[in-house]
């Protein structure tokens, strides 16, 4: 489809990358949406088109190699496997959604907040496609970069201290990655014009010894620990949550969040597979407690933006739990959960950001019988509210009853802790689908409208991909396939 | 040599200038083209390997590719400084070409510290370096924090000087063959005499002050307040590289067999550097202080080049100097802009002045070390240096944990600039925070520099690969 | 193979249709409309099934696999429909009962606007669609599927009028009390598939020897702790009384006829399991059979109709796991089906007199309907003579079936259930004589206003009463009627393992008769005591006392596990959210900053601007390297 | 004991305890007085290690030159005795003291025990020392450092204009 | 003469050099007190200088003289130095008519 030069993987990247450059320099804000939605539609299809390709990468043109620093065997690889072409798909997926669901709101100095997003969206893309240790350091930085200054400049009244709390922290943890990448490269073998590698095989075959392993291990997982995140390095996450624009909000826990997970899947686990087998009971608890930690948190928040904040600390937490099981059944639950969550948790951003466009609150206590005013809202909202209980049918039931089945043989009484949540996350759901939505309207709700053209055709795509995915998700698992089988090659 | 020589002769260029020179504007255009001049003729000595003039320096002096790079950078950095900060030399005082021709001097210093071979050489190199910053810190005579500046630096740095000398005549009595020059001090694996020993931490100590490494760090601060802040600027970057290129020169070739012996002392003196100096600079409220304290943390930082002592550090620790060079000159330069000081100074300038702030943004991400600058390379290239030589591990982490404290303060500026409204009472005249207004030209220059650090930031090896040349 | 019966795809996709269209066309469709598509497609599924059973009867029973739902390398679920006697049986049991009720809501709910109306039906297509699911799985996780399915359904049905918070907490109580019986089911389920690596029906059964007698045991208990929320037994029953919030159909399908036997179905279906683990069966025994009793102590003083049919209901549903605990496997679900014809023809009866008395659900204001209501109040009385045992009615031979293998497992158990069987048969009767006999208690426009309810109402009403009296007698004992007990030939394949390794119990004939002549002497006494005391029942505002209030307040349960779990779940969270959360982890994250700052604003004054400090500390540095270096 | 140890002894004495009254003296000018006696001192040892050249241009330049500029400094600003800023803070005499001295004590104690000490030094003899040697050596190998330190001269001129003269405003 | 004398004698003064800088507060006399430092080095040097003449003269004449032009340019460094030093001094005088280096403390913290 493509030539050697030009590949898949550089789309994805550089037509957010260049778009949103020049999104700077665009005059009039109806015309910045504009041009920001296309170029995000744009890059779904290709994304698309990259969904059709076979798992062979070399022959599909999904891989491309460039020597970028040739005596540090340091090289611009970007490639797209199972997991990759997944997660650039939610990646380029979200943000069409995103920005036809936040068209109508109005942000000042536009062109600066559109650019930013779509350069987060080219870091992000850049994250999940690198094959080269040190280009994703840098990708995993990019990322981040846009995504303070999108938080600080158009984010809530305590935004500042907020995001600055968050960037600290996560560039503390991958400052951390970056000691135990070094580290790891030193040990790697000699290539023809470099004595070591950041290549993403050398790294997966480097030979360290327990004992390098046992802390080069917790490097590593800091830095991912934080972005997921994983209790007790969670507490930035609320804060950033809800004082972020809500566009903003859902690119940090539709898709950031699951940079971490990646980064697990993808570096820390074949990198470090004694320390992953030596620590993995330490991290699983820690997980499991925060599922349960969160999930009870959750139940007390009268913010809207914070119930979610802590719901998805909660599902992280089993993704990170089932991952370091290292079961294969649990990996595969967590590639299609990885989507799933994505998906739901940006449908329930926009739910929410509805509700406070058109009442300007998010206290539950101040909102209720929106149902009467707004049925079709709250339809959709239920279904999505659903899925995030993880009803059958819905997509993300597959994923966690995998990855419980697979927590399940690693260990019961983990299981059994953690399977309490499931009550938990019901618990906090129907509260506030009940709180918001159902008994009387009161003076407030009363002024509700039932929402426009746009916003239902993005939430009812959402809901209709969670029944996709609910009912069908065969082709996660064959998209996923070769990935989970690379992993799990370390663990034999 | 070819450097030395312009650099001295254009000093001297630069002195008569002063009596001939009419027009207040015309040392720059001078300065600059005599550096330009320069830099050409060191390019053409690391392109051909010899030098223009062939001066028989009887050894006393080594030319390689990797202190001919350094000069180049060094030189250009300058060349930069030059065409940002020109006019405001021309601010400082009446004696804009004796300033010009000080400069040059130093620049010489800077070439001999590079290149010597010799004590001797290193002691005058220094010398030179040394004095005409005592001056240039002075220079704004009305000005007592100017004085009291020069004072201070001149006592502190006269002390210093002793203290090196002092460990010279110790390493002259301590090696047997009672010579001066740095290869053949060199002494085998085994454990230094004590009179090399005491020598060698004499040197270290009077090194370390240069460079502005804790716990003699304490003239830094107050010197970079007081100077004129265009002095400042080129204080805190081509004088200070200078010193550590000597620093490392020095030890590589006396001390390096016996690495493991004084590497425990170098980690020290690291930590300490990088802690006091970011942890100080978390409170500042005056920019251009907590830039002199930053430059503090990032000498700490340099520190690590020296603590490993192997190729990755030299390439290392020249990337460094360009990539702390570039965004130091560029913070500095829309300093000088600023008419107040402080951080609250510089609120709302990304409204105002969206140029200076993105540029001073990009400055400020690399000083912080962020990917895609050139100070995330240079950084990187530090720690792998210090992972590589294998020994202290710790003072990696310790590094790394600094760094994050640096990312603090650093972005507050960056907060001021974009999230923070200007408070109007600030000055009456209107919402400008800048006093008088800027130059197109000088926008220009700014985003080439920051076009300069990003591409650094990508491509370190348009630097380092000049190492692999010869 | 290409076999007829891969039609059943269209029994559950029929309900499934007529969700989507009365959903999508609320706004559009008439009320006829909407009535005659929701009721329409389950009577298709309903003549569908008919077919099916008998093709079944002839010994075709089939594994239907449509698609791959889950195919790794790990895990394999095909979505598959299994189709044998037992499905087939339910099949019949909820299409047609369910048709019956849709009927009947035509009517019952007709005063609802159009598009409230529209939802009601979809939500009704909807849950049938699920509740096939649940039976026609062809393993536990499309099971399990159904399973959540029909708990949303009764989640949405009982929250139907969302305006009223108690009824939303009704329903948030249901779906919660569920969810924890989820909890076991899916750790069952876990526990399956990390043991055999599958959960298709046929594979787990017949590789059931690999699996040790702890873990069956294990796999077998969290089965019925799935099993207890579902069918509302101790100790997670109190939802069900709550959920007669919904409107009164919705009880007499979901919460009488059909969701609510989901329990039974599931252990019958893997009855090989629980055959298999003796202790967890006793379990079951007793905790069906306290139910039993609580349910049944409870209902004797409940003054609104509905709730004393939902305690009913939960101690029929005790009944019911009292079988399967003493392997009276054929008799359990005999009894699901004789139970969902009679106590639906119950709620539904009750519903037409709430819908005669206008809304009014307390017995205490109603009395002399039969006067005014013939054929609720003949059916009604049928039904209640059916739930009391009395022969020849469905309920006789089915609770005499459990009985009689409780007897042959432990007479304790039997003696305790006939005394329920006599306590039912007198609040039965007493909810009867409240209702139909004595002078009428209402106001006086009530009065105007009661009259016999439509066709639409009073035809699934005499369906149902005729199946009530009926229904029993394809299960006639052997005593009796040699061969007469149809039901157990049939469903004997099911059950063929299990039988072969449970000791059949063959009790002599005179036994037999007198456990039967017990239980229908006392059961007709309690009956007629009831009948004496309450055909003339007056109101009376004297408050409860002592035993009877307890009753009454049906042993603070409720307000039990209010102090027990909920209460000190809150305080925990609020000590998470506010001390923990606030004050230890973000403490120490903000503490580290705070130290920062404070280790600033002390080092800074190291800097203190004089020459002679600085040069001291500069001689202090060049002291401590010396004496690193050299002395070190 | 020779005549050679009689002189360094007395030299050293006198060096040290003038050296002291450097430190210790209050008026200015006995300071530099003191100093230039140090000075003086100091000749006299180049001269008993027969470093003639160096011995003279010490007593030139520094005892000479430079002592004269410092006086003529001191003259200048006429600073006395009183007008002499004085350590206030006591202890600050003592630690200082203390820390200098502990300086002396370990560098001492740290050749203590080496070999290279045990050496002995060439007195009076030895032409290393004469002018002839050294001025042949610095215009034939040291012609550069030679040439190179001009541009030191030059800048510490420039210095001197640049700050001594008065501006116009 | 052993060496070790001149070591002493130089550590010597270079230390009372030290502590001048450390107890005076006149900028002048803590300038004198750095010249203090300079001419102990000085001696030492030449002290080295005799010390390798003697040991390795014969061998290696340089290394002896090598040291005494070092010390020569020590003087010259430290002439350019006290020009540049009483320049500063003298300039701080005039504007604050007060040589204590403590009375200028603008810069701190």
């Given at each position: 489809m493509f030539g050697n030069d030009i590949t898949i993987p550089h789309l994805l990247i550089f037509v957010p990358l260049i778009a949103g450059l020049i999104t700077f320099f665009i005059k009039n804000d109806s015309s910045v949406k504009a041009w920001s939605l296309v170029s995000a539609v744009i890059t779904l299809f290709f994304s698309v088109a990259s969904?059709?390709?076979?798992?062979?990468l070399e022959l599909s043109g999904l891989a491309f190699n460039y020597e970028w620093l040739k005596y540090m065997g340091a090289s611009f690889s970007v490639s797209l496997d199972g997991m990759g072409r997944l997660l650039t798909f939610l990646t380029a997926f979200s943000f069409p959604v995103i920005f036809i669901a936040t068209y109508k709101n109005l942000y000042k100095n536009s062109k600066v907040f559109y650019g930013l997003m779509l350069l987060s969206q080219a870091g992000l893309m850049g994250v999940f496609l690198s094959t080269d240790a040190l280009l994703f350091y840098f990708f995993w930085e990019l990322a981040l970069i846009p995504v303070y200054f999108l938080c600080s400049r158009w984010?809530?009244?305590?935004r500042i201290q907020a995001t600055f709390k968050f960037f600290i922290y996560t560039f503390t943890g991958s400052l951390l990655m970056l000691i135990s990448i070094i580290y790891v490269y030193l040990q790697t073998g000699a290539t023809p014009h470099s004595d070591h590698s950041f290549s993403m095989q050398a790294f997966h075959s480097v030979a360290l010894i327990p004992s390098q392993q046992n802390w080069l291990f917790w490097l590593f997982f800091l830095a991912f620990a934080v972005k997921m995140p994983i209790f007790p390095f969670h507490t930035w996450q609320p804060d950033t949550y809800e004082q972020s624009p809500t566009a903003v909000t859902m690119v940090l826990s539709g898709i950031m969040v699951k940079m971490g997970v990646f980064g697990v899947v993808r570096w820390l686990l074949p990198i470090f597979p004694l320390a992953v087998a030596k620590f993995d009971n330490v991290v699983i608890g820690l997980s499991v407690i925060g599922m349960i930690y969160a999930s009870l948190i959750a139940i007390k928040q009268d913010d809207l933006k914070r119930l979610v904040a802590y719901s998805s600390i909660a599902h992280i937490g089993l993704m990170c739990a089932a991952i370091f099981t290292t079961q294969q059944l649990a990996l595969e639950g967590v590639m299609i959960q990885m989507f799933s969550h994505g998906v739901n948790i940006i449908g329930l951003w926009i739910v929410i950001d509805l509700i406070e466009k058109k009442l300007g609150t998010r206290k539950i206590s101040q909102l209720g019988g929106l149902a009467h005013k707004a049925p079709v809202l709250t339809i959709l909202l239920v279904v999505i509210a659903f899925a995030n209980i993880a009803?059958?049918?819905?997509?993300?039931f597959v994923g966690e009853f995998m990855m419980f089945s697979g927590l399940f043989k690693f260990n019961i009484w983990y299981t059994a802790f953690a399977l309490v949540s499931i009550i938990l996350t019901a618990v906090y759901t129907l509260n506030m689908v009940q709180r918001v939505f159902y008994g009387e309207a009161n003076t407030l709700t009363a002024g509700m409208k039932e929402i426009s053209w746009n916003e239902k055709m993005i939430l009812s795509l959402i809901v209709i991909s969670i029944f996709l995915a609910g009912v069908y998700p065969q082709p996660f698992f064959d998209l996923t396939k070769d990935t989970v089988a690379m992993v799990l090659t370390r663990f034999k | 040599m070819n450097a030395i020589i312009l650099t001295a002769v254009w000093g001297i260029v630069m002195m008569f200038g002063g009596v001939f020179f009419?027009?207040?504007?015309t040392p720059k255009y001078w300065a600059i083209t005599g550096l330009i001049l320069t830099i050409i003729a060191n390019c053409h000595e690391l392109y051909y390997?010899?030098?223009?003039f062939d001066v028989d320096v009887k050894f006393m002096l080594s030319f390689n590719s990797f202190n001919l790079t350094f000069i180049t950078v060094a030189l250009g950095c300058t060349l930069l400084f030059f065409l940002l900060s020109g006019r405001d030399i021309e601010k400082v005082g009446e004696n804009v070409s004796e300033y010009f021709a000080l400069i040059f001097f130093v620049l010489c210093g800077v070439c001999l510290a590079a290149t010597f071979n010799t004590l001797l050489i290193l002691f005058i190199g220094i010398e030179i370096m040394s004095i005409p910053l005592y001056i240039l810190t002075g220079?704004?005579?009305?000005?007592l924090k100017s004085n009291e500046a020069a004072l201070k630096y001149f006592l502190m740095g006269a002390f210093s000087t002793g203290i090196m000398l002092m460990g010279i005549a110790f390493i002259y009595g301590g090696?047997?063959?009672?010579?001066?020059f740095i290869n053949n001090i060199a002494l085998g694996e085994g454990k230094m005499p004590a009179m090399i020993a005491i020598g060698m931490v004499f040197i270290l100590i009077a090194m370390s002050f240069k460079v502005s490494?804790?716990?003699?760090?304490?003239?830094t601060p107050d010197v970079y307040d007081g100077a004129p802040t265009v002095f400042t600027s080129f204080m805190a970057t081509i004088v200070k590289v200078g010193g550590f290129i000597a620093f490392i020169r020095l030890f590589e070739n006396s001390f390096g067999k016996v690495h493991g012996q004084w590497q425990m002392l170098i980690a020290l003196i690291a930590a300490a550097t990088l802690l006091i100096g970011n942890l100080t600079a978390?409170?500042?409220?005056s920019v251009k202080r907590m830039l002199a304290y930053s430059s503090i943390a990032q000498a700490g930082f340099m520190l690590l080049a020296i603590f490993a002592l192997n190729d990755a550090a030299k390439e290392g620790l020249i990337l460094y100097s360009a990539a702390y060079s570039l965004a130091t000159i560029g913070i500095f330069a829309i300093l000088i802009k600023m008419?107040?000081?402080?951080?609250?100074?510089?609120?709302g300038l990304g409204k105002h002045e969206p140029v200076l702030a993105v540029t001073a943004t990009v400055f400020l991400l690399s000083l912080t070390g962020?990917?895609?600058?050139?100070g995330f390379q240079s950084k990187f290239f530090m720690l792998m240096a210090a992972l590589r030589d294998g020994h202290q591990h710790w003072l990696v982490l310790f590094a790394v944990l600094c760094a994050a404290i640096s990312a603090y303060y650093y972005f507050k500026i960056i907060q001021a600039m974009f999230f923070k409204e200007k408070a109007?009472?600030?000055?009456?005249?209107?919402?400008?925070?800048?006093?008088e207004n800027i130059a197109p030209a000088f926008k220009l220059l700014l985003i080439l520099t920051a076009v300069l650090i990003i591409v650094l930031g990508i491509f370190p090896s348009l630097i380092t690969d000049w190492l692999h040349y010869y | 193979m290409n076999n007829i019966l891969q039609i059943v795809w269209l029994i559950p996709m029929l309900p499934l249709i007529g969700f989507l269209i009365n959903g999508l066309g609320r706004n559009n469709l008439s009320k006829t409309m909407t009535g005659i598509i929701g009721s329409g497609v389950i009577l298709g599924s309903f003549l569908i099934s008919v077919y099916v059973f008998f093709s079944v009867k002839e010994g075709n029973t089939y594994v239907a696999h449509y698609f791959d739902f889950i195919n790794t390398a790990s895990l394999k679920v095909g979505f598959d429909f299994q189709i044998d006697q037992l499905s087939s049986l339910f099949l019949l049991i909820i299409t047609g009962v369910g048709f019956l009720i849709h009927v009947y809501s035509t009517s019952y709910m007709h005063e609802e606007a159009p598009k409230d109306f529209a939802k009601y039906f979809s939500f009704l297509n909807l849950f049938v669609f699920s509740m096939l699911l649940l039976v026609m799985g062809g393993n536990y996780i499309i099971m399990f599927i159904g399973w959540e399915g029909v708990g949303l359904c009764s989640y949405l049905l009982i929250g139907?009028?969302?305006?009223n918070n108690d009824y939303n907490n009704a329903a948030k109580k249901a779906f919660i009390m569920n969810r924890i019986g989820d909890f076991g089911f899916l750790l069952a389920v876990f526990w399956l598939l990390s043991k055999l690596g599958t959960s298709d029906y046929h594979q787990v059964f017949t590789n059931?020897?690999?699996?040790t007698a702890f873990d069956i045991t294990g796999i077998t208990l969290l089965l019925f702790v799935g099993a207890t929320g579902k069918s509302a037994q101790?100790?997670?029953?109190?939802?069900l009384p709550d959920?007669?919030?919904?409107p009164t159909p919705v009880s007499a399908l979901?919460?009488?006829?059909?969701m609510v036997t989901a329990g039974i179905y599931m252990i019958a279906r893997s009855n090989i399991l629980f055959t298999m683990a003796p202790a967890t069966q006793t379990v079951v025994a007793i905790v069906g059979l306290a139910t039993a009793v609580l349910a049944a102590t409870i209902a004797l003083k409940q003054n609104d109709i509905k709730k004393v049919l939902a305690y009913s209901t939960v101690s029929q549903l005790g009944y019911m796991f009292l079988g399967l605990g003493v392997g009276a496997y054929t008799g359990a679900v005999f009894h699901v089906m004789t139970h969902a014809f009679f106590k639906a023809l119950l709620f539904l009866g009750a519903g037409s007199v709430i819908h005669a008395m206008g809304g009014?659900?307390?017995?205490?204001?109603?009395?002399?309907?039969k006067k005014y209501m013939n054929i609720t109040h003949i059916t009604f009385l049928l039904g209640c003579l059916a739930i009391a045992g009395m022969?020849?009615?469905s309920g006789f031979f089915s609770k005499d079936e459990i009985l009689a293998g409780a007897f042959a497992k432990n007479p304790v158990l039997w003696v305790i259930g006939v005394l329920t069987a006599f306590m039912t048969a007198f609040y039965m009767f007493r909810l009867y004589a409240m209702t139909f006999l004595g002078k009428f208690r209402g106001t006086h426009e009530q009065e105007h206003h009661l009259h016999e309810s439509p066709a639409a109402i009073t035809f699934p009403l005499i369906i149902l009463a005729v199946l009530a009296v009926i229904?029993?007698?394809?299960?006639?004992p052997e005593i009796f009627m040699?061969?007469?007990h149809r039901l157990e030939a049939f469903l004997e394949p099911i059950f063929a393992q299990s039988n072969a390794i449970a000791a059949k119990h063959e009790m002599n004939h005179t036994t037999e008769y007198t456990l039967m002549a017990i239980s229908v002497v006392g059961a007709l006494l309690a009956l007629l005591y009831a009948w004496h005391k309450y055909s003339k029942y007056q109101r009376t505002d004297t408050q409860e006392t002592g035993i009877a209030k307890v009753l009454a307040d049906k042993w603070y349960v409720d307000e039990l596990y209010d102090a027990v779990i909920v209460k000190p779940l809150h305080s925990l969270a609020t000590l998470f959210s506010?001390?923990?959360?606030?004050?230890?982890i973000d403490g120490i994250v903000n503490g580290v900053g705070k130290a920062v700052n404070y280790g600033s604003r002390q080092i800074?004054?190291?800097?203190?601007?004089?020459v002679g400090t600085y040069v001291l500390l500069m001689v202090f540095g060049i002291l401590t390297l010396f004496i690193i270096q050299l002395f070190l | 004991m020779s005549i050679i140890g009689i002189l360094f002894w007395f030299l050293s004495v006198l060096a040290l305890g003038s050296a002291v009254m450097v430190v210790t003296s209050k008026s200015p000018v006995h300071c530099i007085l003191y100093l230039i006696l140090t000075f003086f001192a100091i000749s006299g040892h180049y001269i008993l290690l027969n470093a003639q050249f160096l011995a003279i241009v010490n007593i030139i330049v520094y005892a000479g030159a430079i002592m004269v500029l410092f006086l003529f400094v001191v003259m200048l600003m006429n600073l006395n005795a009183d007008s002499e800023p004085h350590q206030k803070n006591k202890w600050l005499l003592y630690i200082g003291g203390i820390a200098g001295g502990s300086l002396l004590l370990v560098i001492v104690a740290a050749l203590k025990?080496?070999?290279?000490?045990?050496q002995v030094v060439q007195m009076n003899?030895?032409?290393?020392?004469?002018i002839k040697n050294l001025g042949i050596l610095l215009f034939t190998d040291y012609v550069f450092p030679f040439e190179i330190s001009s541009v030191l001269f030059l800048s510490a001129m420039i210095g001197a204009v640049v700050i001594s003269k008065r501006e116009a405003r | 003469m052993p060496v070790y004398y001149y070591i002493f004698l130089a550590t010597a003064l270079f230390s009372i050099g030290v502590i001048g800088v450390l107890v005076r507060r006149s900028a002048i006399i803590i300038f004198m007190c750095v010249e203090l430092m300079l001419n102990a080095a000085n001696l030492l040097l030449v002290a080295f200088s005799k010390m390798h003449h003697q040991s390795i003269g014969m061998i290696n004449p340089r290394a002896a003289s090598d040291a005494q032009i070092f010390v020569f340019f020590i003087m010259v460094v430290a002439a350019a130095e006290v020009s540049v030093g009483l320049a500063i001094i003298v300039m701080m005088y005039r504007n604050t008519r007060s040589v204590d280096v403590n009375f200028l403390n603008r810069l701190k913290n």
């Open positions: 969904l059709y390709y076979r798992n062979n984010g809530g009244e305590k009803l059958p049918l819905t997509n993300a | 009419k027009s207040k504007a390997g010899q030098p223009l220079s704004d005579k009305r000005n090696n047997t063959e009672g010579s001066f490494a804790a716990p003699f760090h304490f003239w978390v409170f500042q409220q008419d107040d000081y402080t951080i609250d100074g510089f609120n962020l990917p895609l600058t050139a109007l009472d600030i000055n009456s005249n209107g919402s400008l925070a800048i006093t | 139907y009028w969302f305006k059931v020897s690999k699996l101790i100790p997670l029953y109190t939802w959920a007669m919030a919904g979901i919460h009488a006829a059909t009014e659900q307390d017995m205490r204001n109603m009395g002399g309907l022969p020849p009615f229904g029993g007698w394809i299960g006639i040699h061969g007469g506010n001390v923990v959360e606030k004050g230890i800074r004054l190291l800097q203190t601007g004089q | 025990q080496t070999a290279a000490t045990t003899t030895g032409d290393v020392g004469l | -």
